[in-house]
C-alpha cells in the first residue's frame, strides 16, 4: 500500500482514521465519555489547520485505493532533554482498526524515519495509540527510547 504525504485535502479521513483509532484503542482504558466524545469534524479542521501551514512536522497517510487507513506524524523532539535537531519524536500513528497487526504501523513508522532522517528516535508513550501491537516491545527493536509520561499527562497533553 503506498505511503505518501497528507494533503490538505485528506483532512476529513485523517480525522476519521484519527477519531475510529481512538474510539478502538483507548475504550476500557479511558473513560468511555472521552472516545465518544471525539467529534470527528472537530478534528477534521485541525488536521486542516496542521496539513495548512509550513513546519517541521512530517504528515504520512497510508492509502488503500481512494481510502485512507492509517497515518503518522512525527517532527523535532518536544521533550526539553532532547536536542530537536537530533531526535524525532513520533507525535502519531494510527490505523483503521480493521488494519490492526498486519505490519501497517510499523511501514508508517519506517516511512516517517526515512523522511525525518536519521539520529535518535524519540516515541513517547502517547504517540502510540494506533499501533496497539506491543508498542514497548515494536519501539524496543528499533532502538528507540520508550517514555511513559503517565495517563494524566495523557489526558492533559493531548486530548481535546
Known amino acids: 500500500m503506498p505511503i505518501r504525504a497528507a494533503r490538505f485535502e ?8 484519527h477519531v475510529a483509532s481512538w ?19 472537530a478534528w477534521m ?42 531526535t524525532h519524536e513520533v507525535y502519531a500513528i494510527y490505523l483503521r482498526s480493521e488494519y ?5 504501523g510499523k511501514e508508517l513508522y519506517l516511512a516517517r524515519e526515512t523522511r525525518c532522517g536519521g539520529g535518535e528516535r524519540l516515541m513517547p508513550f502517547f504517540g502510540s495509540s494506533g499501533i496497539i501491537c506491543a508498542p514497548a516491545d515494536f519501539t524496543r527493536r528499533k532502538g528507540s527510547r520508550w517514555i511513559n509520561r503517565g495517563l494524566s499527562k495523557i489526558t492533559t497533553a493531548i486530548l481535546p
Do not use: K, M
Not at 10 to 17: K, L, N, R, S
Open 23 to 41: 474510539r478502538v484503542a483507548y475504550r476500557g482504558i479511558l473513560s468511555d465519555s472521552l472516545p465518544d466524545s471525539l467529534s470527528v469534524e
Open 100 to 104: 490492526w497487526g498486519e505490519g501497517h
Open 10 to 17: 485528506d483532512a476529513q479521513q485523517i480525522a476519521e482514521v
Open 45 to 86: 479542521e485541525r488536521w486542516r489547520e496542521r496539513l495548512s501551514r509550513v513546519s517541521e512536522t512530517t504528515n504520512l497517510v497510508l492509502a488503500l485505493g481512494e481510502s485512507l487507513i492509517g497515518l503518522a506524524a512525527a517532527g523535532p523532539a518536544r521533550d526539553l532533554d532532547c536536542d530537536p535537531l537530533r
